[in-house]
C-alpha cells in the first residue's frame, strides 16, 4: 500500500494550488490523513490533519489561507492552498493511519511533492 500524491508545482505570490493524495489498495479504515511540509534546512512540520469524522487541524502558519477536504468514496484527501507565501516553498508529504488487506494497521507517508512559490 502506498500514498500516491499530485498537484504541486510553481506558482507566484498570492497564486493557488491543490495539492491531492490517495493510497492505493484494498483500504478497510482511514484513522486519519493529513500533510506535512519540510523547507530546505527545517524540520518537518504538520500542515494540515483531517481525522475520521472530519476533525480537522491546521498550523497556525496556514489557518485561513489552506483547506483540507477528504472524498470519502475515493479515499482522497486534498489540500487547498490560497493566498500562497513564498514561506509557504517545501515539499509536502501527505500521511495516513489506516488499515488495509493483508497489509493490517499501518502509518503511511506519500514520496512527496514540491511546491514552490517564486515570482
Known amino acids: 500500500v502506498q500514498l500516491v500524491e499530485s498537484g504541486g508545482g510553481l506558482v507566484q505570490p498570492g497564486g493557488s494550488l491543490r495539492l491531492s493524495c490517495t493510497p492505493n489498495?484494498?483500504?478497510?479504515?482511514?484513522?486519519?490523513m493529513a500533510w506535512y511540509r519540510q523547507a530546505t534546512g527545517k524540520q518537518r512540520e504538520l500542515v494540515a490533519l483531517?481525522?475520521?469524522?472530519?476533525?480537522?487541524n491546521y498550523a497556525d502558519s496556514v489557518k485561513g489561507r489552506f483547506t483540507i477536504s477528504r472524498d470519502n468514496a475515493k479515499n482522497t484527501v486534498y489540500l487547498q492552498m490560497n493566498s500562497l507565501k513564498p514561506e509557504d516553498t517545501a515539499v509536502y508529504f501527505c500521511n495516513s493511519e489506516l488499515v488495509a488487506g493483508p497489509a493490517g494497521h499501518l502509518e503511511l507517508w506519500g514520496q512527496g511533492t514540491l511546491v514552490t512559490v517564486s515570482s
Open positions: 489498495g484494498h483500504i478497510f479504515t482511514i484513522y486519519h
Open positions: 483531517i481525522r475520521d469524522g472530519g476533525v480537522t
